[in-house]
């Protein structure tokens, strides 16, 4: 099925381990992003990548890279995981501008321990 | 800059009443207005969206949202809700990039 897939589905990690969340989508969107979800705060986006080739900074970016391999994946990593960065995290993708929502992939839950 | 404000964090509800989210919204530009649904332990799925002409906007199981533009609002309805809604609702507004509320959990009770 398209859409937006990510890995892995669950990970932990002791505080100071550094790891990298994979995200690929097959839908030929230009615009990708990463949020994480805590609760009662909603989504935060973290980074964006509008086109292939660009990343900027979103709400949240501290403690965190990205790297926009090429038009279809966009990684996430945690260079120093700290229990802080326990969430989840959501990738997305879209057309660049317009009317158009995103298309979500299943999250990733991370646990800083 | 564009921010969202979801009045209710949860909202409990028998089965078959009728229940209202509340979503505003505050923008110097004009923007798209979304609803998203999550349903435990997935991840975000669009319900509807506003993006212009008629101000209701439907969505295939029976919600919609009418778009206010004097009040800033973009409030989520549905007249008799089943157990199978009972998920965590967000609402959001895009004008380059799309910013979520902090989301409201209905749980409807049998």
Redesign the interface.
Known sequence: NAGVTQTPKFQVLKTGQSMTLQCAQDMNHNSM?W?RQDP??????IY?SASEGTTDK?EVPNGYNVSRLNKREFSLRLESAAPSQTSVY?C?S?EV?G?W??T????TRLTVV | AQSVT?LD?QVPVFEEAPVELRCNYSSSVSV?L?W?VQYPN?????LL?Y??GSTLVESINGFEAEFNKSQTSFHLRKPSVHISDTAEY?C?V?A????????TRLQVFP
């Open positions: 992003y949020y009662g705060m909603g989504l935060r986006l964006y979103g959501f997305a879209s501008s009317p929502g995103y979500f992939g299943s999250g | 979801q964090s798209y979304f998203y997935q991840g975000l799925q669009l969206k993006l212009s967000f959001a895009k380059d990039k799309l910013i979520f509320g902090t989301g």
